[in-house]
């Protein structure tokens, strides 16, 4: 199954190709920050591969995950969508390449094709749409649709099976919840098989089960158990 995730799908390929011939490719660190937040923005990025982190510094000085991106994601157009300040720390989680765009040919870019434009702008409901969504309905559900789009973020349309490279802690934060009530949430998803139950890291053995469960209505009578990674599952990535 294939959706329109990441800023390189929702944008047509000639203007995406044209963005990139604005700027430079740099190579980030595991750990190195790619933005600092409250810092005035004079780039853009194009993530080209790995993974990068999204944190933020809240009044308590408390630092919280508020997502992961991926190939092919932008990074840090929403300060030109307001006050000209990061809202938020990006760290490179892994080693990653981007292509960095200086924000004053980013803006002219977008003068210069609306239909990119549009395109951030869908982005950018989307992503508020899913900071509702986050706050919405009961703890395993919240959950759910986390370990969703991990396992999307984090692996291959053919994938079944994914190991998820964060912490139960870092879920909870995710799903804006606290550390135990994450914990409760991942025992009783184990105990359905929708993660690996032997296993410390969060393992999801079957995308298809995992994806199915976290459609469920909220008031369905019987919780959707997971496969477990049987090969005899008709739940299938892509199905």
């Not at 989680?93 to 869908?122: C, E, M, N, S, W």
């Not at 912490?167 to 994450?182: C, F, K, N």
């Amino acid at each position: 199954m294939t959706t329109r995730d990441t800023f390189e799908q929702w944008t047509a390929a000639e203007d995406f190709d044209a963005l990139l011939s604005l700027g430079n490719e740099v190579t980030y660190e595991s750990g190195r920050h790619l933005m600092w937040q409250g810092d005035v923005a004079d780039c853009v990025m194009v993530l080209r591969s790995g993974y990068v982190q999204v944190l933020d510094r809240g009044d308590d000085g408390l630092r919280r995950v508020l997502g992961f991106r991926k190939r092919g994601e932008l990074l840090g157009e929403l300060a030109y969508f307001g006050d000209g300040r990061r809202t938020a720390s990006v760290i490179a989680y892994g080693l990653v390449t981007v292509v960095k765009i200086p924000g004053r040919r980013f803006q002219a870019f977008l003068d210069r094709h609306p239909r990119v434009y549009q395109a951030i702008v869908r982005m950018l409901a989307l992503r508020l749409h899913t900071v509702e969504r986050r706050r919405a309905g009961k703890a395993v559900a919240r959950v759910l649709r986390e370990l969703v789009d991990l396992a999307q973020a984090f692996s291959d349309d053919r994938d079944r099976k994914v190991v998820l490279p964060v912490t139960q802690e870092v879920l909870g934060q995710l799903a804006d919840m606290s550390y135990p009530s994450a914990q409760r949430a991942v025992r009783a998803l184990r105990r359905r098989n929708l993660l690996d139950p032997g296993s410390r890291k969060l393992t999801v053995p079957c995308q298809g089960c995992l994806r199915r469960a976290a459609q469920a209505p909220p008031d369905y009578g019987n919780p959707i158990n997971g496969c477990g990674g049987s090969p005899t599952c008709p739940q299938r990535v892509g199905t």
